[in-house]
């Protein structure tokens, strides 16, 4: 449950034009060379980001979204069509599903929530993958999920502090 014993701050409203940019930026890095990286272990930052959306602001970013960003990581990839897409479908419907049970609990309570959602659209990416002929990449194919998993504390903090309102100084 959420913390009681500080008070809480409203936010102001997201824009829709900065939801665009996180998502752009996340497309970037997707397509950033990981190869060099040990065990070639990348997380999907456009699944995290897509589910931190659909979570946070259900109304704004859902399906269509998800859909969109699924194909430019297919065409990116040079993937299977769709593959992304699907994973991507799915992840947000489970973040604009469980929005207001993930909302509830602490943010280290939402990485138990957060990890098993970006597992579940890998498992998705993965099984297309294998119904296409493709090869089985490994079981570190997964640890991408744990590490975005780990990413969502400090990502959550990025992503509200154009949200914080700047103090009145007229205001004490």
């Known amino acids: 449950m959420q913390n009681e014993s500080?008070?809480?701050?409203?936010?102001l409203p997201v824009k829709p034009l900065f939801i665009a940019f996180t998502l752009v930026a996340a497309l970037l890095?997707?397509?950033l060379p990981w190869s060099g990286w040990p065990l070639a272990i990348k997380p999907d930052f456009v699944a995290l980001i897509v589910l931190h959306?659909?979570?946070l602001?259900?109304?704004r970013a859902g399906f269509t979204v998800a859909m969109l960003f699924g194909l430019a990581m297919d065409v990116a990839d040079g993937s299977l069509l769709g593959q992304h897409a699907l994973a991507y479908s799915?992840?947000?419907f489970a973040g604009i599903v469980l929005h207001?049970?993930?909302?509830s609990?602490?943010?280290k309570d939402q990485i138990l929530h957060v990890i098993p959602l970006l597992l579940a659209n890998d498992v998705i990416v993965l099984v297309v993958r294998k119904l296409a002929g493709g090869e089985f990449p490994g079981i570190t194919y997964f640890c991408g999920s744990i590490?975005?998993?780990?990413?969502?504390?400090?990502?959550?903090?990025l992503l509200k502090l154009p949200q914080i309102p700047t103090p009145d100084p007229d205001h004490v």
Do not use: E, K, S
């Open 6 to 11: 500080r008070p809480q701050t409203i936010l």
């Open 29 to 31: 890095a997707n397509l």
């Open 53 to 55: 959306w659909c979570i």
């Open 57 to 59: 602001q259900p109304r």
């Open 90 to 92: 799915m992840l947000a």
């Open 100 to 103: 207001r049970r993930v909302l």
């Open 105 to 107: 609990f602490t943010m």
């Open 147 to 157: 590490i975005a998993g780990a990413l969502w504390m400090p990502l959550c903090y």
